[in-house]
């Protein structure tokens, strides 16, 4: 190993930090120390809608968030994943319940009335919906739906007669008889005297929704910050985990934020909307940490 180079660049470092300094104390009258107090008072006092914006900006701003109070940082993260829930979530269903008049008026002026009992459904009419690439069928003078009546070109379809329910989904089949439900009797008109608990079942399906995006935010913050590691273990940098975390908070808001925004409004397909958030996130995110990494090997542990 060549220790005298080590030693020499460690000098350069120090002699570097040194020329700054007095740099600060001829401009400001302060030395490095307090100049840094400042800006980090500064930006814990920045609003969230700043670091959100922040967030998405060019990796030269990131250095200035490690300076961010950890209390802040996950209140961001919370922030961040309620904005991106609204889209993700609340936004295509409130679409869908103004679209329909509100799921009592769907119920009352699409949905036929029907009566199940005991294994058998009777419906006055037929019911079909063909949207977004599903396909729904009801059309209970068709005795029992076998296999063979599905379209397999479709993605997803549901079939039901009656007697019986097909679902098809991406190739699979799920085929279920009503006869081997429990002995129960159910009406449209009972769907129509709980609507409220439909709708309760809605917000409730959406926060589970919600809980499952920040779990999703989360381990892709881990695995921003685990790659991260090797890479400045690689360039022989000092940055610590907890900086390379707190970094993968805000760089996290990109990808979750542009697939929540896909959902919400379709532009391209999910899977590309993901590589796209992903490869911008992860650019931002590992020059962030470069950069961090070589400005406290100039300046120290600021």
């Known amino acids: 190993m060549n ?17 700054f300094n007095e ?28 670091q959100f914006f922040t967030a998405f900006s060019s990796s030269n701003r ?22 991106a829930a609204l889209l993700a979530v609340v936004v295509p269903i409130a679409g869908k319940i103004v ?30 919906y ?5 396909q729904f069928y009801l059309d209970t003078s068709v005795n029992s739906y076998k296999e063979s009546d599905i379209d397999k070109e479709s993605f997803t379809q549901i079939l039901v007669s009656k007697s019986n329910m097909l679902v098809y989904q991406g190739g699979a089949v799920m085929k279920r008889d009503f006869s081997e439900l429990p002995e129960f009797t159910f009406s449209k008109q009972m769907l129509l005297d709980n609507v409220g608990v439909i709708y309760a079942i809605i917000i409730f399906a959406g926060f589970i929704r919600y809980i499952s995006l ?6 892709t913050m881990l695995m921003l910050s685990a790659i991260g590691f090797m890479l400045i273990s690689l360039n022989k940098l000092n940055v610590k985990f907890t900086d ?13 934020i542009i697939e929540a925004f896909n959902t919400a409004i379709p532009i391209v397909s999910p899977l590309i909307a993901n590589i796209i958030g992903l490869v911008w996130a992860a650019g931002v995110y590992y020059k962030a940490v470069i950069k961090c990494g070589m400005i406290k090997r100039v300046f120290g542990n600021l």
């Not at 220790?3 to 020329?19: F, H, I, P, S, V």
């Not at 063909?130 to 599903?134: A, L, M, Q, V, Y």
């Not at 908070?249 to 990808?255: D, G, L, R």
């Open 99 to 128: 679209g329909v008049g509100g799921i009592g008026t769907f119920i009352s002026e699409r949905i036929p009335n029907f009566t199940y009992s005991n294994g058998v459904l009777e419906a006055d009419s037929t019911m079909q």
């Open 130 to 134: 063909d949207k977004e690439g599903i």
């Open 23 to 50: 740099f600060l104390k001829d401009q400001l009258g302060e030395d490095i120390k307090g100049t840094i107090n400042k800006a980090q008072e500064s930006v814990n006092e920045m609003p969230l809608y700043m």
């Open 62 to 83: 990131y250095m200035q968030l490690l300076w961010m109070r950890w209390g802040k940082v996950v209140g961001y993260f919370f922030f961040m994943t309620f904005i």
């Open 214 to 219: 920040m779990f999703t935010a989360l381990f």
């Open 244 to 256: 390379m975390l707190k970094l993968s908070v805000y760089a996290v808001t990109i990808v979750t």
């Open 3 to 19: 220790y005298n180079n080590d030693d020499d660049n460690n000098q350069k470092y120090k002699n570097e930090q040194e020329r």
